[in-house]
């Protein structure tokens, strides 16, 4: 099938490219506008708590809002306010009213901390009614010119945080941190080629394909997003960048390590191509594949961003491998050998034999590099036990320099951490109108909870039959200790406590940060499984074996725990961090799984082939090494870096992020596909392959041998030397 495809598009190459253009302006032109969310209840399903509180505080008060943004004034020098520095902020704050700036609804100052070294000014604004809708985030633009033109050159200082601020900092430091990582992927990419190619042809081809079906992709995406309500979070655009030229790219490296491969052995630039694609296209079909049923396995979770985040990448690695098997061959069959211009280095094998070497090591003592690749593997594993997940999904995507994050700090100076997003409890009757003792009872005994700072007034609805308790916590929203509070006695007491014919339910930011755990639990369960479970059908399709699938899918899951245990050491106990971004373990899983599966699948597939030759096991393992070794360490530099430059955004989300995802590829390319998979399957040997007997020739139609045309391959002796021959 794939020499056909090869054939196809190698003799009809404008006719592909004209498609390919087509297909582009059209999709772009008919697709919706792409948009993403920052609002992190949008992704919990309605039947967790704290949807049910935002639910229910929406329809008892759909014209009251809490305030989305705090200004914060504290004095330069750092003492206490004075009598004229409260009248100062009053004056401000008046003069920020009657600016009537677009979305903002009220403007209301409060008493300073009663230690009086802040003083804040509580900002309502109009609810956001889309993912695309900027009213808040123009407003806090427009508060935080005012404000500076207000305060002037005196004893205050001022700046403007809480959650709308947060929002429009997180989009900001985002925008920077995506063109930062683009830029750097694109050089890294660029550089990475010349060095091993030493054509600047080749260095672009990646560069100025993939940034072609870019818009594509990003089109399908939008149209996938609205047919089926999806929403797209603000960290997608980061990952899909990264995915798409670092995966992009690797299938361009399999398929031109091949062409070339084919090229020393003397086929001609046109057959060579054709016979490129037929070698590679299973391999990288396969593990194309892998990644896409992985990346689809997400649809099965109950977070919508992860339901959204699944398409989204599996639509960009398609696209990725239909261009890298139908518009880089028409390309490249255009262009011929020129394609490694100005080189002349494609002619003849490299004289280096590093590859040739390890892999001879290897064909020798294939259990002593089983045994030390493993032992790597389950060392770094060993870390991932302390792995402590962390909510701060705020100034986790924040620079530390930005305001809200600076004036979150000065804010904590007089008021309880969770000042800036207090918690909301809801006491709803069912019998009639709360009664001025009821509301009384249970405000005390909310104020009793452990880890609550303060009890505001309750808030009634119109009728009288619900109220809202705004509980601010004593410690900052997002902390573990703020998790365990409102999923512990705050939720207890609020429950317990409710007078008989009322019902009670929490919610706020940090109710919704504890239902996201939960619901991250069963995603776990449910997810990991199932993906795993896919992958080995792949595998087991792919090499027409059942034991093979089962021992690669435990050098990756060995794979998974040594990433997670290094991302454990670098940043909880070398770094400091108190713990790592919660949704790390799931899409790190998936990434390492399914993007490492790849550089596992392009080994043995090797291996096989070289099996099917008439090799001995450890024999297949060498020449499998010799000659994918160095497409594989090309292509896990190359994919490994591009994830590295998301650590390059500014923030330590995409810090952890990248560099979690990046040592992982990099774990996968160079201990699991270079050393451990080779060297296992070397000790199983043609066991490997059962029932399929995958290491057998299988011969032509015609009777002539599928692997007619087979390059000059080395074979590995006793000694370690090599000598060509004939496949």
């Known amino acids: 099938m794939f ?25 772009v032109a008919a697709a919706p506008t792409l948009t993403s969310t920052t609002d992190q209840s949008a992704f919990l399903p309605s039947h967790y708590e704290s949807i049910r509180a935002l639910n229910l505080q929406e329809k008892a008060f759909p014209q009251e809002s809490a305030a989305a943004a705090l200004v914060v004034f504290v004095r330069e020098d750092g003492a206490q306010l004075s009598e004229a520095d409260t009248a100062k902020v009053a004056a401000v704050s008046a003069a920020l009213d009657e600016a009537k700036v677009e979305g903002v609804t009220g403007i209301h100052p409060t008493p300073p901390s009663d230690n009086r070294l802040v003083q804040i000014v509580a900002v309502q604004m109009v609810k956001q009614t889309s993912a695309s809708d900027t009213t808040r985030s123009d407003a806090v633009k427009e508060l935080r010119a005012k404000l ?49 190619f030493r054509s600047p042809v080749i260095a672009l081809l990646p560069i100025i394909v993939i940034g072609a079906v870019s818009s594509t992709v990003n ?29 992009g790219t690797d299938y361009i490296l399999f398929l031109m390590f091949r062409y070339r491969e084919l090229l020393r052995a003397g086929e001609d630039p046109k057959s060579a191509m054709i016979g490129a694609v037929a070698k590679v296209g299973e391999a990288i079909t396969s593990a194309a594949a892998a990644v896409i049923i992985a990346f689809m396995a997400l649809v099965l979770s109950s977070l919508g961003m ?38 002349k280095a494609w002619r003849a094998e490299p004289k280096g034999a590093r590859f040739a070497a390890v892999g001879a090591a290897m064909g020798r003592r294939p259990a002593a590099f089983a045994a030390i690749s493993g032992g790597l593997l389950v060392v770094l594993g060993i870390f991932a036990l302390g792995f402590n997940p962390t909510f701060d999904l705020t100034s986790g995507s924040t620079s530390d320099a930005s305001e809200s994050v600076v004036y979150n700090r000065e804010l904590l100076k007089g008021l ?16 009639g109108v709360l009664t001025t003792d009821q509301l009384a009872t249970y405000r005390a005994a909310l104020g009793q909870v452990d880890g609550v700072g303060q009890v505001g007034q309750p808030q009634l609805s119109t009728d009288g039959t619900i109220a809202n308790f705004q509980v601010t916590l004593s410690d900052a929203p997002e902390s573990d200790a703020a998790l365990d509070t409102v999923a512990g006695p705050l939720r207890d007491v609020a429950h317990a406590s409710a007078p008989q014919g009322t019902t009670a339910v929490v919610g706020g930011i940090t109710s919704i940060f504890v239902d996201f755990k939960d619901a991250m639990n069963r995603d776990y369960s449910i997810v990991f499984p199932v993906a795993a479970v896919l992958i080995m059908i792949v595998l087991g399709l792919l090499l027409r074996s059942l034991v093979a699938p089962w021992y690669l899918m435990v ?33 790190m899983y998936l990434f390492v799984v399914a ?4 550089y596992n699948i392009l080994m043995v597939a090797r291996l096989r082939e070289e099996a099917r030759e008439g090799n001995s096991p450890r024999d297949s393992a060498a020449l499998a090494v010799r000659h994918t070794g160095p497409t594989v360490a090309a292509a896990g530099v190359i994919l490994a870096g591009t994830f590295a430059s998301m650590m390059l955004a500014g923030n330590s989300t995409l810090a952890q992020m990248g560099f979690a995802i990046s040592v992982g590829i990099a774990i996968a390319a160079f201990v699991m596909a270079m050393f451990f998979t080779p060297a296992i399957t070397a000790l199983i040997g043609a066991r490997a392959w059962w029932p399929g007997h995958g290491d057998r020739t299988n011969p032509g139609p015609r009777g002539e041998s599928a692997d007619v045309g087979t390059p000059p391959v080395a074979t590995v002796d006793q000694a370690g030397d090599t000598a060509v021959r004939r496949g």
């Open 148 to 196: 500076q033109d207000q305060v002037g050159d005196g004893d205050l200082k001022a700046g403007i945080t809480g959650q709308a601020a947060q929002t429009l900092d997180q989009t900001e430091s985002g925008e920077k941190g995506l063109a930062i990582v683009a830029i750097a992927t694109i050089l890294l990419i660029l550089v990475l080629l010349l060095v091993i």
């Open 306 to 343: 992860f339901r959204a985040l699944g398409p989204a990448l599996a639509i960009a690695v398609a696209v990725a491998l239909i261009a890298g098997l139908t518009l880089v061959p028409a390309i490249v069959s255009l262009l011929g050998t020129k394609v490694f211009w100005p080189s």
């Open 555 to 587: 050098s990756v899951f060995l794979g998974f725990a040594a990433t997670l245990g290094a991302t454990v050491l670098v940043f909880q106990h070398i770094q400091g961090d108190s713990g790592l971004i919660f949704t790390l373990p799931l899409i």
């Open 3 to 27: 020499a056909r495809l090869g054939r196809l598009v190698v003799h009809h190459p404008w006719k592909v490219i004209g498609l390919w253009v087509v297909a582009i302006i059209a999709v």
């Open 595 to 598: 993007l490492g599966t790849d």
């Open 219 to 247: 089109s399908l995406i939008a149209v996938v997003a609205k047919a089926f309500d999806l929403e797209i979070d603000t960290s997608v655009n980061s990952i899909l960048l990264v995915v798409l030229f670092g995966v």
């Open 416 to 431: 309880p951490a969770g000042a800036t997003q207090p918690s909301d409890v809801l006491l709803q009757s069912e019998n």
